[in-house]
């Protein structure tokens, strides 16, 4: 498919009450790749965005009592659309956020399987009936849908992260009004309209597009109506978004940053452990919340784990995402380019050493190239900072409580990774990471399956997994008198 027939495939306006409109105002998407305008999209005001919490205010109680079975049916569609859709979605979010053909054809795969995984949960929504323990009364638990809720997503995984709270809010029966990032709300416009083709009912997803979030989403939060706010993206943001919410006592959930360690033991498999850092730190280009933030490596072997990772990721092929055999594409702009350089150079005064890459490149395109930095002072500000692109910063420990009290050693619980061939070592210290999730030889966790989540300043509650659709239900108990 040509790219600018991708394009011109997807809705440019609010999708509002099941009706596309546009806006008084547009915002330009960019390719990252290029610096090229790749189309216009409506810019909500902050009346427009009214306009759609009424509409999912209005379609709530009837989306609640619409069967359970209904719902999936509904979720099923939409996931099977999305994998017949495929290449058109994969090569929008490419040309939007830059990320490979495969590593977006990928992600729609991905953001499929949330339909897939809440399909299957809404039919499973389960309540409780139990005798009082003294006995008289009986206990009757329900759950219902929270009710309208507001989502708001980050640039760097636009179908899933949408998918990811579309899916259980969808299978519960709530309602809701998603706001993806400005600089990638294709892949959510185009998701909207193959959730019309798979018969959603009007209204109970708004979309707004906005370049003007805190002044369109605030009153949002503050209407009342709504009744949860699923985010994702900075823990900046996110803490400014809960003091909002505290204001209405909004239920949040909140998917932050994280600053992942990476662990690789004296006793580790080496081949398995580049392995896995190559994924951890470079899918999506370093511009993920999971990324291997810090490699923390044996001093035994980190000689040669600094070798081979270098030796590959030396070897990586840069260019646009669209380009056959590229790896490395562009970062989402020039400001993330600037803030790397910036790690980058911090990290080297600091005494670092660069071991491939670390030169910005002197070619059109948001783009930075794969580095690898070993001797990464515990003082650089890139131990303490996402780095969000694709530096790996090396340093090295001598002991197995070192390790730990360094991995532990940041506000953020996201994700860790430890590589080690012992399992009661790896059980020990899977323990003692002080995060929501741990990949104990594997290099990516991500799994709609699992509870996806983090602890500490990574956030509040879980997407995917048994409990997401958790998320947006309520506990309702009936005290009876027998
Ligand atoms: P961000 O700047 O916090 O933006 C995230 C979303 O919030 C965007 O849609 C953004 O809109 C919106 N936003 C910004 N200010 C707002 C406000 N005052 N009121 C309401 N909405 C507002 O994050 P990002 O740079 O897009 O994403 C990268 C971050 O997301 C990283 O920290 C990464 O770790 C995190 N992340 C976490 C997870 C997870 O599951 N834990 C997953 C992916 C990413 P605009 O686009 O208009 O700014």
Redesign the pocket.
Known sequence: MLEEEAIGSVPTGLFIGGKWRQSARTMPVHDPSTGQILCEVADADAAEAGEALDAAAEAQPAWAATPPRERSIILTEAHRLLLEHIDRLSLIMTLEMGKTLAEARSEIAYAAEFFRWFAEEAVRIDGGYMTAPGGGSRLLLTRQPVGPSLL??????PMA?GTRKLGPAIAAGCTSVI?????TPLSILALADILVQAGLPDGVVNVVTT?T??EV??PLILDGRARKLSF????K?GK??LELCARTVMRTSM????NAPFLVFDDANLDDAVTGAMAAKMRNIGQS?TAANRILVHSSVVDEFTRRMTEQMAALPLGRGTEDGVVVGPLIDDAAVEKIDRLVTDAVERGATVTTGGTRLDRPGSFYPATVLTGVPEDAEMCHD?I?GPVAAISTFDTEAEAVKRANDTPYG?VAFVYTESLTRGIRVCEALESGMVGLNQGVVSNPAAP?G?VKE??LGREGGPTGIDEFLETKYIGITV
């Open positions: 708001i997503t980050p640039w760097n995984f992260m706001k993806p990032a400005a600089q370049s979030p805190d989403m605030t994702t993206g900075s823990t943001i400014h978004l998917e932050l940053g994280g919340c996402e969000f996201l996806f983090g990574s956030g």
